[in-house]
C-alpha cells in the first residue's frame, strides 16, 4: 500500500536527481560497467556493489577500484565506449514521470535536476523521454567543485532558482541524494520506484517517502497555476 504522508505546505522548488529517480537508465549503468571491467585482473564490483555508488560522480566511483589514476581513466573510456552508442536504446522514463513533472511545472513550481552525470549526458536524457521543456536548471557533476553527498549542487540549484532550502524538496533515490538534501536544509523524498528499496534507504534518513512519483504533486500541495495571478 502506497503511503502519502502530510501535504508539504508551501513547497516551492521542487529538485530531482535522475538516474534511478525520473529516467530508468539501471541497466544501462550495469551494462556499461560490466564493459569496462571485462577481463579485467583485480577487484571487479558485482552488480550490487556497483549499484551503491549510483549518485556520485562516476570518477569517483572507479576509483574505488582502480590501480592508480591512469587505470581509473582506462576503465572510464571503456564505460563511455559502451554508455554513449547504447544510450538512447536503454534509457526511459519511469511510468509517470513526464505527467507528473509536466503538472508539476504547470502549477508553478521552480525545477531542477541535481545529478551526478554530466550536464551534457543529463540533458540527452531528458532530450530522449520529452522532459527538456520542463527544466531550466540542471546541475551536473561538472558544475560544482564538490558533489552528493554534499551539499554544495542541492545549494547551487537553489541559487539559479532562486528558491530557499526551507521551502524546496529533493527527490532521490539514492543515499547519497538524500545525504545531500538533509545536509542543504531542505525536504528529502526518498524514490522507492527506483533500484532501492525503504529499507536500502532507511540510514539515510529521509523526510518522506514516495512510492509512485505520481503521488507527489498530491504531497506538495497546491499551488498556482502559471498564468493565474489572482484578482488586482
Known sequence: MSVIPTRLRRTGAVLFDLDGTLIDSIELILQSARHAFLGREGPVPTDAEWLTGVGIPLAEMFRRYARDAADADLLITRYREYQIPNHDRLVRAYDGVVDTVRALHQANHPLAIVTSKTESLARRGIDLV???????VIVGCDSTERHKPDPAPVLFALERLGSQPAQSVFVGDSIHDMAA???????????????????????????????????????LGPRRPRGDRGSS
Not at 130 to 136: A, I, K, R, T
Not at 192 to 210: K, N
Open 130 to 136: 520529452g522532459l527538456s521543456p520542463y527544466f531550466d
Open 181 to 219: 538534501g538533509n545536509a542543504a536544509g531542505v525536504t528529502t523524498i526518498a524514490a522507492l520506484w527506483g533500484p532501492f528499496s525503504r529499507e536500502d534507504l532507511a540510514p539515510s534518513q529521509p523526510t518522506h517517502y514516495l512510492e509512485r512519483i505520481a503521488e507527489l504533486p498530491a504531497l
